[in-house]
């Protein structure tokens, strides 16, 4: 899925998930140089925190996912995706995707066919 944003990927940085157990893969596919976070150190990765507990407020902890419905799950990503955030100078993660990544994708598209 990251492949096309290859020349705008510079780092990853994971948490200690076993989900990551493939990360030189990914790195090599994409030229990038991957990190771990420190177990317990989520400032480490402060956006990705922020997130979560931004999503805890459409979820909170020990919902039961098997009950909440893909709709109810789109709102809440259509909900956060939409919502400006503060570090990224009051634009939302919409304005910032459409605006800087899909011109690439649109022009990497073009090249190809």
Avoid: C
Avoid at 15 to 30: I, M, P, R, T
Avoid at 60 to 77: C, E, G, I, L, Y
Avoid at 80 to 85: M, V
Wanted: aromatic share 14%; hydrophobic share 35%; charged share 25%.
């Amino acid at each position: 899925m990251l492949r096309p944003f290859k020349d705008k990927v510079k780092t990853l940085t994971f948490d200690n998930g076993s989900e990551f157990v493939k990360h030189e893969v990914l790195a090599q596919a994409l030229a990038a140089r991957t990190y771990f976070a420190h177990p317990y150190s989520s400032w480490e990765r402060g956006i990705n925190e922020n997130t979560n507990g931004l999503l805890r407020q459409f979820f909170p902890k020990r919902t039961d996912f098997r009950r909440v419905s893909w709709q109810q799950v789109k709102k809440a990503v259509a909900h956060l995706n939409n919502r400006p955030r503060k570090t990224r100078g009051y634009r939302t993660p919409n304005q910032l995707f459409h605006n800087y990544f899909v011109p690439l994708v649109e022009q990497n598209i073009a090249l190809t066919t």
